[in-house]
């Protein structure tokens, strides 16, 4: 099976959904996935999005969880039509303007945070849905995010990053490391868990949060999901925003949780998210390396210093008990001699 053309894709378009009336079609950037997005326009304002991508099994998910969503009142894309072959789906488009593109243009003001809060209120609907009897069929069926897939995403930081990048440490000893981190981060999987949650794809429109891309689901913790968020590289969010996030995402959780007599342990989950946090930034190192010194792609590439930055504050903010090893690495990246390295 072969991804089509563009040309067949934009006919595609004007079979399957003949209302929007389309006339122009542009492919997107493409960003780390294999997916390929297109924006098929039809010159008053009423743009689609076309999605095709050969994970036939990926595509099935994503469109199973657009269409609950959706039905749930949560905001993201409306799913308007499906090839037959399930290589393809065309979506509502949710515009040009992204959470980070607003955090870029308008700096670090106190108005920007308080769209951040908004979408942290709206990840806060999604990740209940893992609580709802009518979204069990599908639930069931997405991978969790447990020490099996925790240790898939460190060795992914080691053999993409660290390995790539002349990181010195003793393989066995980090080794034995990563098992026990993973094993202590296997606690909480009731929640659906947005996994890919970053500013990219969270847009604004109409003043509202819509939220893209959320095909990597898995059964997993909440507070990964406010981890991916509030660490992306790019943001570069303050100290005190982070701390003030944080708060206010509990604070938001907690009385939904008693009302609807969910087990929550704030303490536990205020520890849990500083693993979290450096079990992702590891991820995104991982993926750095991957797409940026494997395959020279100069966008992540260029994002290396920025993710080596959020691990000296992680660091200096942060103890790692027990994990003799895995600080000595994470002191060697935090160095600004290796920091530079990159720039």
């Avoid at 934009?10 to 079609?25: L, N, R, T």
């Avoid at 992204?98 to 999604?126: M, R, T």
């Avoid at 990219?200 to 990964?224: A, C, K, L, W």
């Avoid at 994002?303 to 060697?332: C, F, H, M, R």
Wanted: one cysteine or more.
């Amino acid at each position: 099976m072969e991804l089509k053309s563009t040309a067949e894709v934009f006919q595609f378009a004007k079979e399957a959904y003949p209302e929007a009336a389309v006339v122009d079609i542009e492919q997107l950037a493409q960003a780390g996935s294999d997916r390929i997005y297109y924006r098929i326009k039809n010159g008053v304002g009423r743009h689609i999005i076309a999605t095709q991508s050969l994970n036939i099994s990926e595509n099935e998910t994503f469109i199973s969880l657009a269409n609950y969503f959706a039905q749930s009142g949560i905001l993201v894309p409306q799913i308007l039509a499906v090839h037959a072959d399930k290589t393809m789906y065309l979506q509502s488009d949710a515009g040009t303007q992204s959470l980070l593109d607003v955090l870029i243009q308008n700096g670090h003001i106190a108005a920007v945070e308080e769209v951040y809060k908004e979408a942290l209120k709206e990840l806060i609907q999604f990740q209940l849905c893992g609580q709802d009897d009518k979204f069990k069929p599908i639930f069931d069926e997405l991978p969790t995010f447990g020490s099996e897939q925790i240790l898939y995403d460190l060795h992914y930081f080691k053999n993409n990053f660290a390995l790539k990048a002349d990181v010195v440490f003793d393989d066995e000893k980090l080794e034995a490391e990563f098992v026990h981190f993973a094993q202590s981060l296997d606690t909480e999987k009731s929640f659906f868990m947005y996994r890919d949650c970053q500013g990219r794809n969270i847009m604004i429109e109409n003043g509202s949060t819509v939220f893209i891309d959320f095909q990597g689901g898995m059964q997993g913790h909440p507070m990964y999901d406010v981890a991916s968020l509030l660490w992306q590289a790019k943001a570069q969010l303050p100290h005190k925003w982070r701390q003030e996030l944080v708060d206010f995402y509990l604070a938001n959780f907690e009385p939904i949780a008693t009302e609807r007599g969910i087990i929550f342990d704030k303490k536990k989950w205020q520890a849990d998210y500083k693993l979290l946090t450096l079990t992702r930034l590891l991820q995104v190192l991982g993926a750095y390396g991957l797409r940026g010194l494997v395959e020279g792609k100069e966008h992540f590439k260029s994002s290396i210093p920025l993710g080596l930055q959020n691990i000296a504050e992680w660091l200096g903010d942060s103890k790692l008990e027990n994990y003799p090893e895995l600080t000595i690495v994470l002191e060697q990246l935090s160095m600004p001699v290796f920091i530079k390295k990159f720039q």
